[in-house]
């Protein structure tokens, strides 16, 4: 060991050199491995109030969990949205339909629809204008 060959603690560029490393390249190592405070997920805290003595797993957030109020809004705005594919025409419904609830790239419906890529282009952003208006009338009247 370097240690023992120096007879003392060997300086960052001794041990650099030893290493066959820049002495930038050390430190960067020698900063990765700072030891990091560790904590237990079931501990638990000393804290008075209630939730402050649950184990950290209580507390901290599920963001896997599924919000009951966005779920809600969620079927509340499908709801709205089929109303207003319901008022377009066929082949745009078709096209909103195919696009954004089956995941079809555009060029595809054009092929599915026998149209050109320009048309479903068209046919999308006539939808969408469409849409837009439904929507915003319908979100005026509630």
């Known amino acids: 060991m370097l240690t023992e060959r120096l007879e003392r603690e060997p300086t960052s560029l001794e041990l650099a050199a030893a290493l066959g ?12 491995a700072q030891v990091r405070q ?4 079931d501990e ?10 649950l184990p950290l797993t209580e507390r901290l957030p599920d963001l896997h969990a599924s919000n009951p109020d966005a779920a809600i809004l969620s079927t509340e705005d499908r709801r709205i949205v ?17 696009h954004y609830f089956q995941g079809v ?3 595809d419906v ?3 629809l026998e149209v ?3 048309r479903v282009s068209q046919l999308h952003q006539q939808a969408l204008g469409k849409l837009k208006q439904t929507w915003r009338r319908t979100q005026s009247l509630a």
């Open 82 to 98: 089929l109303k207003c594919l319901g008022s377009l025409p066929k082949t745009q419904a078709t096209v909103v339909v195919l």
């Open 116 to 118: 050109t890529p320009s």
């Open 44 to 53: 638990m805290s000393d804290g008075s109030k209630s939730e402050e003595s």
């Open 38 to 41: 560790l904590i237990s997920f």
């Open 110 to 112: 054009a092929k599915m």
């Open 21 to 32: 490393v820049e002495p930038t390249e050390l430190a960067s190592y020698q900063n990765q």
């Open 105 to 107: 790239p555009l060029r």
